[in-house]
């Protein structure tokens, strides 16, 4: 029985030694997490006041969470008396296997670093690349979210995009509809030239400033039909409405003043014997 209170005199007695380092390292922890809500906070506010991309800020403030977390833990652990070193090696065995397993991501994470500081293109741009055209909705780490004119959510790695030829289209937000237009060689250029000024005169959205020319032109000689090339612009979120409204007035305009939107022919000489002996 003695051997057994000896024992439990020096745990006690271990528990009550041990207490103030287990109360400065629950203190460091507090006041770790108080500083990361301080610093996250102000550094929030300090980047929405310059108008930074709310993807670069998520991003920058996580970082700066997990910095202060990480020497939080650290402190803490020194404060219990706890070797780092060990921690330390350990955590960087484990840190270079996973970069080897996980290359490919890197690789991703790095080009999402690239796209947040560079910025390409930001949050509610409308970009086109490869097969995708749509609105950025987020920039994460890895991933870019964009919304397309279908409604669809379309999940493109980092690296991907950023090896891609990107259409910014929000950056200059006036944009260029150009339609060609054929009708018969024997129809009167003037009048064709009229009636294709007047509708992109009459559709809605079409931007009227001497800087945005609207033009009217026979651009080419076709197989079939001379093509004229019909030229406006508009802001390009009025881009689609514009071309749509465009096809339509001029189609319907061509069919008021009987002038055909002719079709491919190919003409057939038959050649005869006796044109043979000519």
């Not at 770790?32 to 300090?46: D, E, F, M």
């Not at 991309?53 to 991003?59: K, M, Q, V």
């Not at 690239?114 to 991933?143: C, N, R, W």
């Not at 559709?203 to 079939?224: A, C, I, Q």
Request: with cysteine.
């Amino acid at each position: 029985m003695e051997s057994i209170k000896e024992m439990w005199n020096r745990f006690t007695s271990s528990i009550i030694n041990y207490l103030p380092d287990l109360g400065g390292a629950l203190i460091i922890t507090v006041i770790g997490i108080i500083i990361s809500l301080i610093a996250v906070s102000l550094t929030r506010k300090a980047m929405q006041r310059k108008k930074v991309d709310p993807s670069l800020i998520a991003f920058i403030t996580r970082c700066v969470r997990l910095l202060i977390y990480a020497f939080t833990l650290l402190a803490a652990m020194s404060a219990l008396h706890i070797s780092i070193t060990g921690i330390v090696a350990f955590f960087s065995a484990a840190a270079a296997a996973v970069a080897l397993a996980l290359k490919d991501r890197l690789n991703d994470i790095a080009s999402g670093i690239v796209i947040l500081f560079t910025k390409p293109f930001v949050t509610g741009d409308f970009i086109e690349f490869a097969k995708y055209s749509g609105f950025v909705q987020k920039i994460d780490v890895m991933h870019t979210n964009i919304r397309t004119y279908s409604g669809t959510n379309v999940i493109i790695p980092n690296s991907v995009i950023s090896n891609a030829e990107v259409n910014n289209y929000t950056t200059h937000p006036q944009i260029r509809v150009n339609i060609t237009v054929p009708v018969p060689y024997d129809a009167d250029i003037k009048q064709v030239q009229q009636i294709l000024a007047k509708v992109i005169e009459d559709t809605d959205h079409v931007l009227d400033d001497e800087s945005y020319p609207k033009t009217v032109r026979l651009e080419k000689f076709g197989d079939s039909a001379l093509e004229f090339s019909v030229r406006c612009y508009c802001e390009y979120k009025d881009y689609w409405t514009v071309y749509y409204a465009l096809m339509e007035g001029i189609k319907n305009s061509l069919d008021q003043n009987k002038i055909a939107i002719p079709y491919n022919q190919l003409d057939v000489h038959v050649i005869g014997k006796t044109d043979q002996k000519q």
